[in-house]
């Protein structure tokens, strides 16, 4: 059982489009990471958000924290191919870092 | 963020064989961990290795079919013995970042490994 559950598994869309990635959790954060992992690479990470509601944007991608910290979501806007990855987020727990199964996007052109 | 490196990048090996994957960092860091990611999978973490001491295992995984090194700050070594196809996954070494307490994890490019 993922103590993180990542939705969905797996997203294809068109360039433009706009997409939304799920991080849901029973349980409460301290800080959350999101990364992407493009094909025979190590994940990179994106962002920590810390503070409940937390809203933070990079480019065209917003990263959401949740009131509670249980949860996260992940928008990107007008996507573009470059996007394309597998998208983690992970949560400190138990004293390390606990990953989702991952969300891969994939875009095309 | 500090610069990882891993070798080899890839290799294909027989059953019952052993492999060294050896993860180097471009600086100085206390924590470093070793992940294993299966195919289509999210990542999982084998241990955890600190410098001058025992690495710290998670359950399902022992020492004696990953036994790790850490003779410095800046390098580790994870092997995996006695391998069969079922070890065949990408193997990844991390570092935690310096941004204080928020566990952040800086990714080496991995080791493809597939075992005949």
């Known amino acids: 059982t993922q103590l993180l559950e990542q939705s969905p598994q797996f997203l294809s869309i068109q360039e433009g489009e706009n997409l939304t990635v799920y991080c849901n959790s029973s349980?409460?954060?301290?800080?959350l990471q999101w990364y992407r992992q493009e094909p025979g690479e190590g994940p990179v990470l994106l962002v920590t958000?810390?503070?409940?509601?937390e809203v933070k944007k990079l480019k065209r991608l917003t990263f959401q924290f949740g009131d509670a910290r249980k949860d996260s979501s992940l928008h990107i806007t007008a996507a573009q191919p470059g996007d394309t990855g597998l998208y983690l987020c992970?949560?400190?727990?138990?004293?390390?870092?606990?990953f989702g199964a991952g969300t891969q996007v994939v875009v095309t052109p | 963020s500090a610069v990882i490196s891993q070798k080899p990048s890839r290799d294909i090996c027989q059953r019952g064989t052993s492999l060294t994957i050896q993860c180097q960092v471009d600086?100085?860091?206390?924590?470093m961990f070793w992940y294993r990611q299966q195919p289509g999978q999210s990542l999982t973490l084998i241990a955890t290795?600190?410098?001058?001491?025992?690495?710290?295992?998670e359950s399902g995984f022992v020492i004696d079919k990953f036994p790790i090194s850490r003779p410095n700050l800046t390098f580790s070594t994870l092997t995996v013995s006695n391998m069969s196809p079922e070890d065949s996954s990408i193997y990844l070494c991390s570092v935690e970042g310096t941004s204080g307490s928020y566990n952040e994890q800086f990714f080496g490019p991995g080791t493809r490994l597939t075992v005949l």
């Open positions: 349980s409460v954060f301290s800080s």
């Open positions: 958000v810390v503070t409940g509601g």
């Open positions: 600086s100085q860091v206390t924590m």
């Open positions: 290795a600190n410098q001058g001491s025992e690495a710290t295992y």
């Open positions: 992970a949560g400190e727990g138990w004293g390390k870092l606990q």
